[in-house]
Protein backbone atom coordinates (compact mmCIF):
# COMPACT_ATOMS: atom_id res chain seq x y z
CA UNK A 1 0.00 0.00 0.00
CA UNK A 2 1.47 3.31 -0.80
CA UNK A 3 1.42 5.48 2.34
CA UNK A 4 0.89 9.51 2.00
CA UNK A 5 2.30 11.74 4.47
CA UNK A 6 0.80 15.86 4.37
CA UNK A 7 3.04 18.59 6.40
CA UNK A 8 3.28 22.14 6.43
CA UNK A 9 0.10 23.38 7.69
CA UNK A 10 -0.72 26.00 10.40
CA UNK A 11 -2.61 29.11 11.58
CA UNK A 12 -2.23 32.29 9.18
CA UNK A 13 -4.04 35.67 9.24
CA UNK A 14 -5.99 36.26 6.19
CA UNK A 15 -3.71 37.42 3.00
CA UNK A 16 -1.06 35.02 4.66
CA UNK A 17 1.15 32.12 3.18
CA UNK A 18 1.58 28.34 3.81
CA UNK A 19 3.18 25.56 1.80
CA UNK A 20 2.01 22.23 1.99
CA UNK A 21 3.83 19.42 1.08
CA UNK A 22 2.88 15.40 0.36
CA UNK A 23 5.47 12.89 0.52
CA UNK A 24 4.88 9.55 -1.21
CA UNK A 25 6.44 5.96 -0.39
CA UNK A 26 5.73 3.98 -3.61
CA UNK A 27 7.69 5.19 -6.82
CA UNK A 28 4.28 4.46 -8.35
CA UNK A 29 3.63 8.00 -7.51
CA UNK A 30 5.47 9.29 -10.56
CA UNK A 31 2.99 7.84 -12.89
CA UNK A 32 -0.02 9.11 -11.06
CA UNK A 33 -2.33 12.17 -11.79
CA UNK A 34 -1.90 13.44 -8.12
CA UNK A 35 -4.47 15.95 -6.49
CA UNK A 36 -4.80 17.82 -3.18
CA UNK A 37 -7.94 17.86 -1.43
CA UNK A 38 -9.36 20.07 1.00
CA UNK A 39 -12.05 19.26 3.62
CA UNK A 40 -13.67 22.17 5.57
CA UNK A 41 -15.30 21.63 8.96
CA UNK A 42 -18.79 19.87 8.60
CA UNK A 43 -18.33 19.51 4.35
CA UNK A 44 -17.49 16.74 2.20
CA UNK A 45 -13.65 16.45 0.89
CA UNK A 46 -13.81 18.22 -2.43
CA UNK A 47 -10.60 18.19 -4.83
CA UNK A 48 -8.95 21.88 -4.94
CA UNK A 49 -5.97 21.00 -7.06
CA UNK A 50 -4.95 18.19 -9.25
CA UNK A 51 -1.06 17.77 -11.62
CA UNK A 52 -0.09 15.21 -14.42
CA UNK A 53 2.85 13.23 -14.37
CA UNK A 54 4.41 15.35 -16.73
CA UNK A 55 3.27 18.72 -14.69
CA UNK A 56 0.36 20.17 -15.94
CA UNK A 57 -2.16 21.32 -13.56
CA UNK A 58 -5.43 22.22 -13.11
CA UNK A 59 -7.24 24.50 -10.18
CA UNK A 60 -10.59 25.00 -8.92
CA UNK A 61 -12.27 28.46 -9.66
CA UNK A 62 -11.52 29.05 -5.80
CA UNK A 63 -8.26 29.01 -5.48
CA UNK A 64 -6.40 29.47 -9.04
CA UNK A 65 -4.39 32.56 -9.26
CA UNK A 66 -3.73 31.92 -5.78
CA UNK A 67 -2.48 28.37 -5.04
CA UNK A 68 0.37 26.61 -7.04
CA UNK A 69 0.58 22.94 -7.30
CA UNK A 70 4.04 21.36 -7.96
CA UNK A 71 5.73 18.06 -8.01
CA UNK A 72 8.99 16.43 -7.98
CA UNK A 73 8.59 12.67 -9.53
CA UNK A 74 12.17 12.08 -8.60
CA UNK A 75 11.60 12.48 -4.63
CA UNK A 76 7.97 11.52 -5.00
CA UNK A 77 6.84 14.55 -3.25
CA UNK A 78 3.88 17.35 -4.05
CA UNK A 79 3.60 20.59 -2.79
CA UNK A 80 1.19 23.20 -2.90
CA UNK A 81 1.68 26.78 -2.29
CA UNK A 82 -1.17 28.82 -0.85
CA UNK A 83 -1.04 32.43 -1.31
CA UNK A 84 -3.64 35.23 -0.20
CA UNK A 85 -5.29 32.71 2.12
CA UNK A 86 -8.83 33.44 3.01
CA UNK A 87 -10.85 31.77 5.76
CA UNK A 88 -12.96 30.13 3.46
CA UNK A 89 -9.76 27.58 3.23
CA UNK A 90 -9.31 26.80 6.34
CA UNK A 91 -9.71 23.35 6.59
CA UNK A 92 -7.81 19.70 6.66
CA UNK A 93 -5.72 19.03 3.07
CA UNK A 94 -4.72 15.71 2.01
CA UNK A 95 -3.13 14.19 -1.22
CA UNK A 96 -3.81 11.43 -3.31
CA UNK A 97 -4.03 10.11 -6.53
CA UNK A 98 -6.50 10.86 -8.88
CA UNK A 99 -7.66 7.82 -10.92
CA UNK A 100 -6.89 5.45 -7.78
CA UNK A 101 -7.31 6.16 -4.43
CA UNK A 102 -4.64 5.14 -1.85
CA UNK A 103 -5.16 5.12 1.54
CA UNK A 104 -5.69 8.46 3.08
CA UNK A 105 -3.00 10.35 5.41
CA UNK A 106 -3.23 11.84 8.51
CA UNK A 107 -3.61 14.91 6.28
CA UNK A 108 -2.17 18.88 7.69
CA UNK A 109 -4.61 21.31 8.94
CA UNK A 110 -4.95 24.92 7.49
CA UNK A 111 -6.51 27.54 9.52
CA UNK A 112 -7.30 31.02 8.18
CA UNK A 113 -7.99 33.96 10.98
CA UNK A 114 -9.81 37.16 10.02
Known amino acids: QVQLVESGGGLVQTGGSLRLSCAAS????????MAWYRQAPGKERVMVAR???????YYHDSVRDRFTISRDNGKNTMDLQLNNLEVEDTGVYYC????????WGPGTQVTVSS
Open 51 to 57: ITPGGTA
Open 96 to 103: NAVTIVWP
Open 26 to 33: DNIFRSKI
